[in-house]
């Protein structure tokens, strides 16, 4: 059993920046792939980065490539998410999301959830 805590969420200018942070309870949380996704009012559910176990591999949707940054501490059962140049687009409930299947976590399917975290970025 993993639980996850979203954290770092709030209101920021367009172009500024932000670090959320997704704690994990669970002595296995190093086996799990992690992942970001992110949901807007109206809008679908959207995946925009994964990263595996070792934190040594990760990608990124189109939409924050180059501006978002994965990483994780495996010594401290977190993830985190960097963004920086945020835009007002990028204003959604962010959610982190755990699962030992890549491809089931990619596909919206994770087994393990958060609460979410809301991040405003106002023009």
């Known amino acids: 059993q993993v639980q996850l805590v979203e954290s770092g969420g709030g209101l920021v200018q367009a172009g500024g920046s932000l670090r959320l942070s997704c704690a994990a309870s669970?002595?296995?949380?190093?086996?799990?792939?992690m992942g970001w996704f992110r949901q807007a009012p109206g809008k679908e559910r959207e995946l925009i980065t994964v990263i595996d176990w070792s934190g040594g591999n990760t990608g990124y949707a189109d939409s924050v490539k180059g501006r978002f940054t994965v990483s994780r501490d495996n010594a401290k059962n977190t993830v985190y998410l960097q963004m920086y140049s945020l835009k007002p687009e990028d204003t959604a409930v962010y959610y982190c999301a755990a699962d030992q299947s890549t491809s089931t976590l990619v596909s919206g399917r994770g087994r393990y959830w958060g609460q979410g975290t809301q991040v405003t970025v106002s023009s």
């Open positions: 669970g002595r296995t949380f190093s086996s799990y792939y």
